[in-house]
């Protein structure tokens, strides 16, 4: 049973480049999430895709933006990047529920992308 | 208030103890509730979840939900050096599709 899988593993840019972060889910699963880390700091909620839409963005600007593709695999994408995007990108999936609690609605995380902007 | 609170530690207990995590959250509505382990570098690792109130155990790992309280805990019996590493409290609210939101961690130190 293949886990979440990212891609690349590190990734070195330079401020006001662009980058393209990927993810594939865990098999089964139909829902994807990106998390930013940075150091000592728990995950921050970037957004959701599910169904290939955004359905929940957290309090990052519009220079973050993704893709879901129809294999439910998913792309983070970040323009103009600055100094303070340096952090642990992470991606996790679930199988989606309408909300109700159980096993279901679990996140597993990739092993994440680490970004440092120079 | 933060939505989800842990003392940042570091919690240090000699091996073979009960370290002890504690975690709190400000929205009445939330649903699900997990325990991630991440080491150093690492990615979160899933401990635990959690929905009703009361003890769930999984080997040596014991959750505890107040909703009461809004309180979440984590108890790891017979504590090893390899449990040293920060626990993320992650909670769920209801709704399809809701965001997890994960508080700082609490750094866990188990001393030989």
């Known amino acids: 049973d293949a886990g979440v899988t990212q891609s690349p593993t590190h990734l070195i840019k330079t401020r006001g480049q662009q980058v393209t972060l990927r993810c594939s889910p865990k098999s089964g699963h139909d829902t994807v999430s990106w998390y930013q880390q940075a150091l000592g700091q728990g995950p921050q909620f970037i957004f959701q895709?599910?169904?290939?839409?955004?359905?929940q963005r957290g309090n990052f600007p519009d220079r973050f933006s993704g893709h879901q593709f129809p294999n439910y695999s998913s792309e983070l994408n970040v323009n103009a990047l600055l100094l303070g995007d340096s952090a642990l990108y992470l991606c996790a999936s679930s199988l989606f529920r309408s909300g109700r609690a159980g096993d279901t609605d679990t996140q597993y995380f990739g092993p994440g992308t680490r970004l440092t902007v120079l | 208030q933060k939505e989800v609170e842990q003392n940042s530690g570091p919690l240090s207990v000699p091996e073979g103890a009960i370290a002890s995590l504690n975690c709190t959250y400000s929205d009445r509505v939330s649903q699900s509730f997990f325990w991630y382990r991440q080491y150093s570098g690492k990615s979160p690792e899933l401990i635990m979840s959690i929905y009703s109130n009361g003890d769930k155990e999984d080997g040596r790992f014991t959750a505890q939900l107040n909703k009461a309280s809004q309180y979440v805990s984590l108890l790891i019996r017979d504590s090893q050096p390899s449990d040293s590493a920060t626990y993320l409290c992650?909670?769920?609210?209801?709704?399809?599709?809701?965001?997890?939101?994960f508080g700082t961690g609490t750094k866990l130190q188990v001393i030989p």
């Open positions: 992650a909670v769920r609210k209801a709704g399809g599709y809701q965001k997890v939101t």
């Open positions: 895709y599910y169904e290939e839409e955004e359905r």
